[in-house]
């Protein structure tokens, strides 16, 4: 696809829609819920996952669909953790046998997992600038109400 990327409807309903082109009457309306956390994710990538699905969740921003989208996130932020621990363990700059000095591997994993993890964050709404292109709705619920998921508790 060329060009810029599409604009949520929701954003364009609030900003008055000011390229006045039509709206996507057929355009997918996923059932707001909490994706379930992934298991194979590092457990730094898991606690990123506990800190963000419920919140995005409260904000209106994320179903079961975006799923992969936030495992993805998630999986870069473990592995960027993962990588600047490492370097703090090692030196950047490295000596080769034959005597030349080279970046650490280290720093190529934490700069392209924090690429990746830019990506996903303006994709997800969670970069300072992208908040402002995210329509949120009010949380219903105070936040020591969390303790039960009511949704899955059928009586």
Not at 116 to 127: A, T
Request: contains cysteine.
């Amino acid at each position: 696809m060329r060009g810029r990327k599409p604009v949520p409807t929701p954003l364009r309903l609030v900003t008055g829609n000011p390229g006045k082109r039509p709206f996507n009457q057929l355009e997918p309306k996923p059932r707001l819920a909490v994706p379930t956390c992934p298991a194979h994710l590092s457990p730094s990538a898991k606690s990123e996952w506990k800190r963000l699905a419920r919140t995005l969740h409260d904000l209106g921003v994320i179903s079961e669909l975006d799923r992969a989208a936030l495992a993805a996130y998630c999986q870069s932020y473990g592995r960027w953790v993962e990588a600047e621990r490492k370097l703090k363990e090692t030196p950047v700059l490295l000596k080769t046998p034959a005597g030349y000095v080279q970046p650490s591997p280290w720093l190529g994993i934490a700069n392209k997992n924090l690429e990746m993890m830019h990506k996903f964050m303006s994709e997800l709404g969670l970069s300072p600038v992208s908040h402002t292109r995210v329509t949120a709705r009010p949380p219903t619920r105070k936040p020591w109400e969390f303790e039960v998921d009511d949704e899955f508790f059928d009586e």
